[in-house]
């Protein structure tokens, strides 16, 4: 199984900082990742897939880059509706799996 | 619009049984493979099974493997999860969600239900 740990576990940011979040997969899974993005109380959003490509309806300040085994989001300047849990998620082997989530607060 | 709405959950003892239904709309159900993924209280989202648009493949989470089926009915647009031999660690929130790509599948998950609570507790 693919193990995906993402880092920092908490994020503590004002609103218009860049957040920057990591994902690290055990092993290679090319460009199969994506992010999704989930406030309380609500079901996950998928953000970005195949690590780079936004959603339908994903605002540009969101993007994701990177390959193999080292991926990141980036949030260009935080708007107050970005204050959420973000999770990545791998496709390239069964079973699938999720990364353990990076909360960004407000700080 | 994609609507996707869980039901069947609820409390249940431990080793007991559950089924929870999926009744999806907005979209051609049966073009398109379906996914459970759950979330513990105050935890993570943890992928739970997957089954192909006809039906052919079903994958599960190593966790559930043996004790979960996964199943469909696309003459009824409604995708099922049948849950035994229950444990304390099933209890969470159960999503079910579309498959990004219709055919074969893209397997991410790209519309999500609001969920149906289980708990397993005596």
């Known amino acids: 199984e693919i193990v995906l740990t993402q880092s920092p576990a908490t994020l503590s940011l004002s609103p218009g900082e860049r957040a920057t979040l990591s994902c690290r997969a055990s092993?290679?899974?090319?460009?199969?990742l994506a992010w999704y993005q989930q406030k309380p109380g609500q079901a996950p959003r998928l953000l970005i897939y195949?690590?780079?490509n936004r959603a339908t309806g994903v605002p540009t300040r969101f993007s994701g880059s990177g390959s193999e085994t080292d991926f990141t989001l980036t949030i260009s300047s935080l708007e107050p509706e970005d204050f959420a849990v973000y999770y990545c998620?791998?496709?390239?082997?069964?079973?699938?799996?999720f990364g353990g989530g990076t909360k960004v607060e407000i700080k | 619009q994609v609507q996707l709405v869980e039901s069947g959950g609820g409390v249940v003892q431990p080793g007991g049984s559950l089924r929870l239904s999926c009744a999806a709309s907005g979209f051609s159900f049966s073009s398109y493979g379906m996914h459970w993924v759950r979330q513990a209280p105050g935890k993570g989202l943890e992928w739970v099974a997957f089954?192909?648009?006809?039906?052919?493949?079903?994958y599960y989470a190593d966790s559930v493997e043996g004790r979960f089926t996964i199943s469909r009915d696309n003459s009824k647009n409604t995708l099922y999860l049948q849950m035994n031999s229950l444990r304390a660690e099933d209890t969470a929130v159960y999503y079910c969600?579309?498959?990004?790509?219709?055919?074969?599948?893209?397997?991410?998950?790209?519309?999500w239900g609001q969920g149906t609570l289980v708990t397993v507790s005596a």
């Open positions: 195949d690590a780079s």
């Open positions: 998620q791998q496709r390239t082997n069964w079973p699938l799996s």
């Open positions: 089954i192909r648009y006809d039906g052919s493949d079903k």
């Open positions: 969600a579309k498959d990004s790509s219709s055919g074969w599948g893209g397997y991410y998950c790209d519309y």
């Open positions: 092993q290679s899974v090319s460009s199969y």
